[in-house]
């Protein structure tokens, strides 16, 4: 129970909420813990979504697979994270993407009843369901922006500036491989690397490894309206 409670303390559900706390909270809850190896799914796409599932340990990733067996990495959870928020209350609560262990993981699942009992014994368990919520909506509209770019050098151009927005520097650290990014904007990795380069050809940006800086963002900027 002590080990579930430390690695439980940095779960965005429990923000803000003491560690003794959590304990009681966990106590008079019902959970079952599941582990998976790596490769091991966790949920297919179209599986009904009846529980939360709050990453204890290891990584877990979130992906798109089409019938042609392209993948699109949508989003990768480690310790703290959680995912099912948007779809456990939900009236088609199917998994609309596949979960997919990254690394060996453990997983602390709770029912939906369970977590309609958590959120009215304390608001801020309420609370932090609904920013988690929130959060989820501002992930998935930044998607949906991504993929309404229709070419490779617009999409790459967004994430740059979306990198900038959310890292508050003209100078932004790709924490992800070349080949992740390519994923998650739904490209090909030669291409990604091929526009960066174009990108610094115009002396629009510089870049070196893990790191992009951006000498003309009004010209980039300009670029996604071209």
């Known amino acids: 129970m002590e080990d579930i409670i430390c690695k439980l303390e940095g779960n965005e559900f429990f923000k803000d909420i003491t560690t003794e706390e959590i304990k009681n909270l966990i106590y008079n809850t019902s959970y079952s ?5 790596k490769g091991e799914i966790i949920a297919n796409e179209e599986d009904k979504c009846s529980s ?33 928020e948007a779809l456990v209350f939900s009236k088609k609560s199917n998994y ?3 979960v997919i262990a990254f690394s060996e993981c453990s997983i602390l699942f ?16 309420l609370g932090n369901f609904m920013a988690a919520l929130s959060n989820k909506i501002l992930m998935l509209n930044s998607k949906i922006k ?21 890292q508050k520097s003209e100078t932004i650290k790709l924490k992800e491989s070349k080949e992740e990014i390519a994923s998650s904007l739904g490209i090909p990795r030669p291409s990604l690397s091929r526009e960066l380069m174009n990108l610094r ?26």
């Not at 709770?110 to 368990?125: N, P, Q, W, Y």
């Not at 991504?146 to 959310?166: D, G």
């Not at 050809?201 to 071209?226: G, H, P, Q, S």
């Open 33 to 37: 813990i599941k582990s998976y190896k």
């Open 52 to 84: 939360l599932g709050f990453v204890l340990e290891g990584v877990v990733e979130i992906q798109r697979i089409y019938l042609s067996g392209k993948q699109i990495i949508l989003k990768r959870l480690s310790n703290g994270d959680v995912f099912g």
């Open 110 to 125: 709770i029912s939906r009843a369970d977590i309609l009992k958590l959120c009215t014994r304390d608001e801020r368990v």
């Open 201 to 226: 050809d115009l002396e629009y940006i510089e870049f070196d490894r893990n790191v992009i800086k951006i000498l003309k963002i009004e010209e980039l900027e300009a670029e996604l309206f071209d």
């Open 96 to 98: 609309p993407s596949t």
């Open 146 to 166: 991504t993929i309404a770019f229709k070419s490779i050098k617009h999409k790459v151009i967004n994430y740059i500036l979306e990198q900038v927005k959310m």
